[in-house]
């Protein structure tokens, strides 16, 4: 989710609520404790060079339950990081807690945020001596999730 409809989608809430992939939430009293520009400069297997820029967002949980952030809360949070640190319209990437910190992407299914997987995958299979695949063929719905058309997901 591009940090344009994040925050198009804010303006339209009451409450925030953010789903983990297990199906679980975050807790109700998180807190956001980073809002960041990460630039990630790297070279491929393959040896070209790339660049990746996101807005990344920490939520964190203390023993504070009574601790609730709103979704105007959140905006202001957002505008005054786009004012001290310049933010164009990247992608919006998550970090949670659990046993280890989790980097997730963020989709929204029209009541709640979810915290889409991360996974890796080799940028030059070509040069690596992998053999091509043919890709799976996935539907992306509305809230960014994507499905095998013959699953019966979509």
């Not at 040896?47 to 023993?63: F, I, M």
């Not at 009574?66 to 919006?92: C, M, W, Y």
Request: hydrophobic residues 35%; glycine residues 6%.
């Amino acid at each position: 989710m591009l940090i344009s409809a994040f925050k198009q989608t804010l303006r339209e809430l009451d409450t925030l609520k953010f789903q983990l992939p297990n199906g679980e939430f975050v807790p109700a009293h998180f807190h956001i404790t980073e809002v960041g520009n990460i630039t990630r400069n790297f070279i491929d297997c393959g040896g070209v060079q790339r660049q990746e820029n996101k807005l990344n967002l920490q939520l964190w949980v203390a023993s504070d339950t009574d601790h609730r952030l709103d979704p105007t809360n959140l905006l202001n949070i957002l505008q005054l990081a786009e004012k001290q640190l310049g933010n164009s319209n990247e992608e919006v990437e998550v970090e949670y807690q659990q046993s280890t910190i989790g980097r997730y992407k963020l989709a929204f299914n029209g009541a709640v945020f979810q915290l889409i997987n991360t996974q890796t995958a080799c940028l030059a299979p070509n040069q690596c001596g992998i053999p091509p695949q043919e890709k799976p063929r996935v539907r992306v719905t509305a809230s960014g999730l994507s499905c095998n058309p013959n699953s019966g997901c979509c």
